[in-house]
């Protein structure tokens, strides 16, 4: 069994992109900036954020935080996002999710310019992914193909079954999974919570990809031997701890690790590759930025 190990290929990465911004600093262009755009005070979103740009600085990108009260109207953060789009100083920004209920987040990530989407969440960016276009892909599922990538686990011709339909992580990964191409190549199962005889479809998989947000809802039995594990959960469960709670994925490890091919831990999985990512989408976006203006 091997550890997909996201702490160890983000930290490959951040030094990579590093690399290529002291080159761009060498030569004295313009280094990449990502603006993050919080609404309200949610303890996950603000710690997310917060890694967010320590990562920017870290690699040597600029970063703006943009923090905006709870009460917040949608106008008002279509404004923002509106000066953000015009802003020639940033290449690329996101708008931290889940937003207040005020807000309806569609017509919030329509409004990003697609240029600058470095979540790929517009559906232009949503829609060039499915029609195997060149383009932002979502940074959790392109997180997921660079370690598949990295450690070389085959796709081609395996059965993927992915568990959760978010448009953040299940619903791209369905549609990665199949495209032409490595990592690909697979026949895809999307499950969600309608889907019947779960164990049945689990059991037929090669790899598995889960985005439930359940504690320990992957048991041992609903997997066969030497499958690929992949687990996105990251649901903070409370504990008598000093922080308060710990981490816990979708998938029980300590059982479902021994029959596994290859397996995500959590943390230290998936959760570390989505910054890494994020940062690389928006050197991407720097790079074309430069290319089309200057
Ligand atoms: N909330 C949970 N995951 C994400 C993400 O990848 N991007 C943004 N913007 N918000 C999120």
Redesign the pocket.
């Known amino acids: 069994m091997t550890i997909l190990d996201g702490r160890k290929t983000s930290k490959d990465i951040k030094e990579e992109i590093k690399a290529e911004v002291d080159k761009m600093k060498a030569n004295g262009e313009k280094v990449p900036h990502l603006a993050a755009v919080i609404v309200g005070n949610d303890g996950a979103s603000l710690t997310?954020v917060g890694s967010k740009v320590r990562a920017c600085e870290r690699v040597g990108f600029e970063s703006t935080m943009v923090r905006l009260p709870n009460t917040t109207s949608e106008i008002e953060l279509l404004d923002t996002i509106e000066e953000l789009n015009n802003n020639d100083d940033i290449d690329g920004f996101?708008?931290?999710?889940p937003l207040p209920p005020q807000i309806n987040t569609q017509k919030v990530l329509m409004a990003v310019h697609p240029d600058k989407d470095v979540?790929g969440f517009h559906p232009t960016n949503f829609g060039k992914m499915s029609l195997d276009m060149s383009t932002f892909i979502?940074?959790?599922p392109f997180g997921i193909l660079e370690l598949i990538d990295r450690y070389g686990v085959e796709t081609k011709g395996k059965h993927t079954v992915v568990i959760g339909r978010s448009h953040?992580v299940g619903r791209p990964m369905s549609i990665l999974m199949g495209r032409k191409g490595f990592p690909g190549n697979s026949t895809v199962t999307l499950t969600h919570s309608h889907t019947k005889n779960i164990t049945q479809i689990t059991s037929q998989a090669d790899i598995v990809i889960s985005a439930l947000g359940i504690p320990n809802f992957l048991k041992a039995e609903m997997v066969k031997d030497d499958a690929v594990i992949i687990d996105v959960g990251i649901t903070r469960v409370p504990d008598d701890s000093e922080k308060g709670y710990h981490i816990t994925g979708d998938v029980d490890f300590e059982n479902v690790s021994k029959k596994a091919s290859f397996i995500t831990p959590v943390p230290g999985g998936v959760g570390p590759m989505?910054i890494a990512m994020l940062l690389k989408n928006t050197l991407i976006a720097r790079e074309r930025h430069r290319k089309n203006r200057g």
């Open positions: 997310y996101i708008i931290q999710l979540d979502p940074a959790t953040i989505t």
